[in-house]
């Protein structure tokens, strides 16, 4: 039995991404005013300034996996902090010019119009790595104890299942599950209030979800991959403050996909490339779509004489409204990405998770104000998120994702109509409405594949190694490390399956949907068959093998803190 230490704090925040640290930094900010306004004798309560507070994150340091794209919508920055330019937040670029792009095989063909949604007018090109750090710092200075190296591994209840904080993980433990000379035991972390705010597949969320039943009345989440890398360009080959967004080419008209390519400083891009993890096709790479996607000849000119920089990939939640969890229980609350609060037709959801953050700061207070930390409280999260901007903007797109079920013709159609109806959708749309994607993955003989070889999807991909590249150079890109001895983080339940039924059914998907060369089917010298090796040391934290795997047999848990990729100024 290991002896481990208990930290009793009052709200713990489980992972350093926008919702949390605008929902961190928003709480002390309340907290104050409450508190002043006690003392001034226009409230009455007790003053909350004691209250301990602490952002636990995996990556070696706020904003090491921080992947976005990213054009951020001020709208929840100003509300959190009107002066969040003079206080030095470091937002890159000001969008000056929109783009909608449809690419065919060879051809571009340039919309006169960008479709609403995607005009970002005004709004700033960034590195969200660069603003969490930011906002870490923020919260910081606010008194907010920040834990970097330091995972969330697993939910801790009481007797009535009531959540009561979180354990660390373990460091120091060998790859037999032995502990090494430098073991530290994980840390209890107990706390009256727990907000998850990991991200996309959030790994304790994926615990909290199935155990207390929190998506027994929400359709499927469906997840999309955003593989992106930054290019140095020759001066005047993408304008700073330019931004262009793509449909088509590579992606197959029953794949949901799109690129984008945006202009920073310095003639630095962000380019990058999302495919929908409910495709149907096995041999689908979304790494492989995203390189493809950059040989295409509009998208080649822009990269000519270039150099990449950094490389990286990362979920998104895609669902949206229909798809969102029950976002409270006793003593939790979910936020963020994890609480599928991304805007799928805007392709964007730093703000809404700032807000969700927002919303659950104020919900927070007024549980303290009560002293109480059940869901009679909590719930008042969820209406606040129904009577705030939020509600108005995802629930008008609340079929968007949906409607690219039934292949991007009638998606477009439908998504206009849902443009002009406020979101109500009709005709087009798949019966089952949302589909969980692993469950949409078809077999290899509905395409008359033979075998597993990528080759068969993508005849004429080749990495050159200057416009294209292999998964292993683009990991070395994004700067991944993990202590080499220790038990892998991504556990696969039954490897016999990757042997037999995998390997015959799908073709073992998983060498192609991970961005990063996890998993390769070696032979083994003993038996002659193909079995499945896990490089767990390339994983970038993607997630997308938790989520796409058709027989749901992998489960990504969190390594040792510290390790991972390095996105900072991604
Ligand atoms: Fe992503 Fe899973 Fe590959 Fe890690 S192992 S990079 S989480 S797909």
Redesign the pocket.
């Known amino acids: 039995m290991i002896e481990r230490e208990r930290l009793e704090m009052d709200v713990v925040f489980v992972g350093a991404g926008p919702a949390n640290l605008a929902a961190a930094l928003h709480l002390k900010n309340l907290i104050k005013e409450h508190d002043e306004l006690i003392a001034a004798g226009r409230k009455k309560g007790n003053p909350l300034g004691g209250l301990e507070i602490g952002v636990i994150e995996k990556g070696a340091a706020i904003g090491a996996h921080i992947l976005s794209g990213a054009v951020v919508d001020p709208i929840a920055l100003r509300e959190l902090m009107p002066d969040f330019l003079e206080q030095g937040c470091p937002v890159d670029t000001v969008v000056t010019e929109d783009g909608f792009w449809y690419l065919t095989d060879k051809r571009t063909i340039v919309s006169p119009v960008t479709p609403p949604p995607l005009k970002n007018h005004g709004k700033y090109i960034a590195s969200l790595s660069k603003i969490c750090e930011w906002l870490g710092e923020k919260c910081e200075e606010a008194g907010i104890n920040i834990f970097p190296e330091f995972p969330g591994a697993e939910m801790l209840y009481d007797e009535n299942e009531r959540v009561i904080g979180v354990r660390t993980g373990d460091k120091g433990i060998d790859k037999d599950g032995k502990p090494k000379a430098n073991f530290e035991p994980g840390v209890d972390l107990l706390a009256k209030i727990t907000v998850l705010g990991e991200g996309s597949r959030g790994s304790l969320a994926k615990q909290l979800t199935q155990r207390l039943g929190l998506n027994t009345d929400s359709e499927p989440q469906v997840f999309s991959l955003g593989v992106k890398e930054l290019w140095e360009v020759p001066a005047g080959n993408f304008a700073e403050g330019r931004v262009v967004h793509t449909l088509g080419f590579p992606s197959d008209t029953d794949t949901y996909g799109g690129g984008w390519i945006y202009g920073m400083k310095n003639n630095v891009i962000s380019i990058g490339y999302v495919t929908g993890l409910d495709y149907k096709d096995p041999l689908i790479d979304p790494h492989a779509e995203y390189q493809k996607f950059k040989t295409h000849p509009q998208i080649a000119k822009i990269l000519q004489g270039g150099k990449m920089l950094k490389y990286g990939?990362k979920t998104i939640n895609a669902g949206g409204w229909y798809t969102m969890p029950k976002l409270y229980a006793d003593g939790v609350l979910i936020i963020g990405d994890s609480g599928s609060f991304l805007n799928g037709q805007r392709i964007k959801g730093i703000h809404t998770a700032m807000k969700s953050g927002m919303l659950a700061a104020e919900t927070i207070v007024a549980a303290f104000d009560h002293n109480d930390f059940t869901s009679k409280t909590l719930r008042h999260f969820e209406e606040k998120v129904n009577h705030s901007w939020i509600y108005d903007e995802l629930y008008a797109v609340r079929n968007f994702h949906a409607s690219f079920q039934s292949g991007r013709w009638s998606a477009l159609v439908n998504s206009g109509l849902q443009f002009i109806t406020g979101g109500y959708a009709w005709g087009f749309m798949p019966k089952e409405h949302h589909i969980a994607g692993h469950e949409r993955m078809e077999k290899l003989e509905a395409y008359n594949y033979k075998g597993d070889a990528v080759e068969q999807r993508y005849p004429d991909l080749k990495f050159d190694k200057q416009l294209t590249f292999d998964k292993i150079t683009d990991v070395y890109h994004a700067a991944v490390a993990h202590v080499e001895d220790q038990p892998s983080h991504?556990h696969i339940l039954d490897t016999e399956i990757c042997a037999t039924r995998c390997a015959e059914e799908y073709g073992n998907p998983?060498q192609r949907?991970?961005?990063?060369a996890?998993?390769e089917m070696e032979e083994n010298a003993k038996t002659g068959r193909r079995e499945i090796k896990v490089n767990?040391s390339?994983?970038?934290?993607?997630?997308?093998?938790?989520i796409s795997d058709p027989y749901q047999i992998?489960n990504?848990v969190t390594p040792e803190g510290g390790g991972g990729p390095n996105y900072k100024g991604m």
């Open positions: 990939a991504l998983c949907f991970c961005p990063a996890v998993y767990f390339n994983c970038v934290h993607c997630k997308t093998c938790d992998i990504w």
